[in-house]
């Protein structure tokens, strides 16, 4: 694997479990210089685009920002409704930890070189004609359109809307326009209590709100060239549902792809009300160890300082 670059880094998130791709990213900047240095780009789904951003603009701040996650976990639990305390608005809560920790600089560093896929929302009264019930034949041609189901649609803002296409942003004009697009990333419209963030003047919202799954790398819309690492659910399993523990590990699954594989598909319901913080400092740690094993394993470990040595105390 050494010198076989270059290498795209893409996280999964998980909501909170995301804690897991911070545990992975700090263990890589201490330990993995001979790979950091030839990664051309980064991506990632839900909140693994936030751990992606700040990797790569503001390095120093990952452990503030474990902080701010933790924080943030305790408080929710505080409530008497979780997420979904009414006048509690988790999208707000974010921005306020993106735009103390993100350097102002960080729309430079990112364009093109962070990938975040983004699920469009599209209004139920302008319904793109790609979108509509694809006719067979001319009978089927003759008949009114298929009105959508329920399932199909969802409300922001008091407006209904279908999800619409994908689509992978890559150009930050602003810090401002970056922390939008992040937003977006982890915006589920199944938390009515969130403010939805707008990109360009439209909704978007996270990749994985359609299947309620998380995507693989291609997903990210890379380059075809360079090796891909990506730090995924385990859905290589066989599952058909969620397994109730971790499950940890590390698999090589590919000549050029490279999997650090952390636990079952993440349960939206972890989004409005958290596992606890003794919970997520361990998945952190296990991040950490890991991504140790990673490094090791294709022999790009290398020996210096631990911002956070793996096994000790969280404060």
């Keep these: 694997m050494e010198g076989r670059g270059p290498y ?17 990213a700090v263990c890589l900047l201490d330990h993995g210089k001979r790979l950091i240095q030839n990664v051309e780009s980064y991506g990632g789904i839900s909140s693994g685009v936030l751990t992606a951003a700040l990797m790569m603009s503001a ?3 990952l452990l503030q920002y474990l902080d701010a996650i933790l924080a943030l976990s305790t408080k929710i639990h505080s409530l008497p409704q979780g997420a979904l305390t009414p006048r509690f608005d988790l999208t ?4 306020h930890v993106l735009e103390g920790l993100l350097k102002n600089n960080c729309h430079d560093t990112c ?3 962070l990938h975040v896929p983004l699920q469009q929302l599209v209004t139920t009264e302008n319904i793109p004609v790609h979108m509509r019930r694809r006719s067979q034949t001319l009978e089927e041609e003759l008949q009114p359109l298929k009105p959508p189901t329920k399932s199909d649609i969802v409300t922001v803002d008091g407006k209904a809307y279908l999800f619409g296409d994908k689509q992978v942003v890559t150009a930050y004009s602003t810090k401002q326009s970056l922390i939008e ?9 199944s938390s009515p209590t969130a403010s939805a963030p707008t990109v360009m003047g439209k909704h978007y919202v996270d990749v994985s709100a359609l299947s309620g799954t998380p995507k693989d790398a291609t997903d990210c819309g890379f380059p075809p060239s360079g090796h891909v690492i990506t730090i ?16 940890l590990g590390l698999r090589d699954v590919g000549r050029d792809n490279y999997v650090i594989k952390p636990w079952h598909m993440f349960r939206m ?3 409005l009300y958290p596992p606890r913080r003794e919970e997520l400092e361990k998945t952190f740690l296990d991040g950490v160890s890991d991504a140790r094993e990673f490094l090791k394993k294709f022999q790009l470990y290398d020996e210096g300082y631990d911002s956070h040595p793996y096994g000790a105390p969280m404060y």
């Design 59 to 61: 390095p120093e701040c």
């Design 92 to 95: 707000q809560e974010i921005r």
């Design 181 to 189: 697009v992040l937003l977006a990333a982890v915006y589920y419209p």
């Design 8 to 24: 795209r880094i893409s996280f999964s998130g998980n909501s909170f479990l995301g804690v897991y791709d911070l545990g992975c």
């Design 232 to 247: 995924a659910p385990d859905k290589y399993a066989g599952l058909s549902r969620p397994r109730d523990n971790l499950t």
């Design 111 to 113: 364009s093109n070189r």
């Design 269 to 271: 319901g972890e989004g």
